[in-house]
């Protein structure tokens, strides 16, 4: 599983590689008693001209430019990853291969389910690059109505950024991060400062830049309290 879906971030980082602008989506609609259902996005259709052309190439900067049947089977392999993990049900994928947008979405039985999607991979980077990186991305209290992104900033970030050609640090400079996370009863706070309640009440949304997030200037942790 970890193989598999290394993969898929390897292709979409080579794809990446070849744009110097996307963003990435992480929506997650949450219900009272902890189940809910996840839709993660690569969106790149700011630059689709530019990599419909590229994807032409062999190589781009020394990278293998995949084809689209190589993300086809990454995605697959994605979706055979979630298929094996517990609480995780009604798993689709989406692609757009026209505006270079793709998608993996499923439902979660509870939080637990929904961090154990990526705990296996955080483990293994934690063990190889000796890195601290939380293991649960997300918590949740069902009796404080309080959910959180988790996220503990490690310096390991800005070294592999600096370690990057100067060709390749380019692809962050218009890139950035979405979350938007929807309840079922109205939010009462946001815990962190670039955060935004929707009029509804019942949405926050956090959108950072990538170099911000990088150099560590701004984070994803959030922690959300609900009207109890």
Do not use: W
């Amino acid at each position: 599983m970890l193989k598999r879906t290394v993969k898929f971030c390897c292709l979409v980082l080579v794809v990446l590689s070849t744009s110097s602008c996307f963003d990435i989506l992480e929506e997650i609609n949450l219900n009272k008693d902890g189940s809910g259902t996840l839709l993660f996005t690569v969106n790149m259709s700011k630059s689709k001209t530019k990599i419909a052309s590229l994807m032409l190439l062999d190589s781009v900067n020394g990278y293998k430019v995949p084809t689209e049947n190589d993300i086809e089977l990454a995605l697959n392999d994605v979706v055979k990853h979630l298929e094996k993990s517990e609480g995780i049900t009604n798993i689709k994928k989406t692609k757009d291969f026209g505006n270079y947008i793709f998608s993996v979405s499923c439902n979660f039985e509870d939080i637990a389910s929904l961090n154990g999607i990526t705990s296996q991979l955080i483990k293994e980077q934690n063990r190889r690059e000796k890195t601290n990186f939380n293991t649960s991305n997300f918590a949740y209290d069902a009796s404080k109505r309080v959910f959180e992104r988790k996220f503990k900033y490690d310096s390991s970030i800005k070294k592999s950024f600096d370690y990057l050609k100067k060709e390749d640090k380019k692809i962050f400079q218009d890139a950035s991060f979405t979350s938007i996370y929807r309840f079922d009863e109205p939010v009462q706070a946001a815990s962190n400062s670039n955060a935004k309640i929707a009029p509804s009440k019942k949405a926050v949304m956090l959108r950072i830049d990538a170099m911000s997030f990088i150099l560590g200037e701004k984070t994803i942790q959030n922690k959300i309290q609900l009207i109890n």
